[in-house]
């Protein structure tokens, strides 16, 4: 289970977000993820679709983006900007936890600014699991869960650290391939 912000900090997030992006440290996030050309990606927790939208032209159409989100607002918003946008490749996916997605059906996960909102983490994460691919990575980053907590949550549920990379002292990125 996830909380769930309430509309008008939606709209809120979603304002800052428009004003605060740029688009090319966004393309630079992807490519350092690991999103290219035909992959599949999941967005977990997509919001107003700050990632979704140019992974999708990153994947172009011979690649799929799942943009999952529990907001009803997030899912509008991702559906109807993928619509203006002509961006056929993007599925959106009404959960908090099951994605539906079958095993190991995923390349890339991108898990930005969600897991700290996660009630059950381990559910979460036992699913991304689940779906990714052998050699598919967590790209994840998160202005409150970082540091050796997310290090002990990530190994319990079988992932392992494959690069680290501090931005700021408030928001750190970390990308992860999944465990044997």
């Not at 509309?7 to 490519?31: C, G, N, Q, T």
């Not at 907001?71 to 936890?97: F, M, W």
Request: with cysteine.
């Amino acid at each position: 289970m996830q909380h769930r912000m309430g509309d008008f900090w939606f709209r809120l997030m979603a304002l800052e977000y428009r004003i605060k992006s740029r688009p090319a440290s966004v393309l630079r996030e992807l490519e350092e993820a690991g999103v290219r050309r035909g992959m599949r990606v999941l967005d977990f927790g997509c919001g107003p679709g700050r990632y979704t939208l140019p992974a999708a032209r990153i994947v172009g159409s011979e690649g799929k983006v799942f943009a999952v989100d529990v907001h009803p607002l997030a899912r509008l918003t991702v559906q109807k900007a993928a619509y203006r946008d002509g961006l056929a490749n993007i599925e959106v996916i009404d959960s908090d936890c099951a994605t539906g997605l079958g095993p190991q059906s995923v390349d890339v996960v991108l898990l930005y600014d969600t897991l700290h909102d996660v009630v059950d983490k381990d559910a979460v994460l036992k699913e991304l699991r689940r779906i990714l691919g052998p050699v598919g990575r967590i790209s994840y980053r998160d202005h409150t869960l970082w540091g050796e907590p997310l290090l002990a949550l990530m190994r319990g549920n079988g992932f392992f650290p494959v690069e680290q990379e501090l931005r700021s002292a408030l928001v750190r990125k970390m990308v992860m391939l999944r465990g044997a």
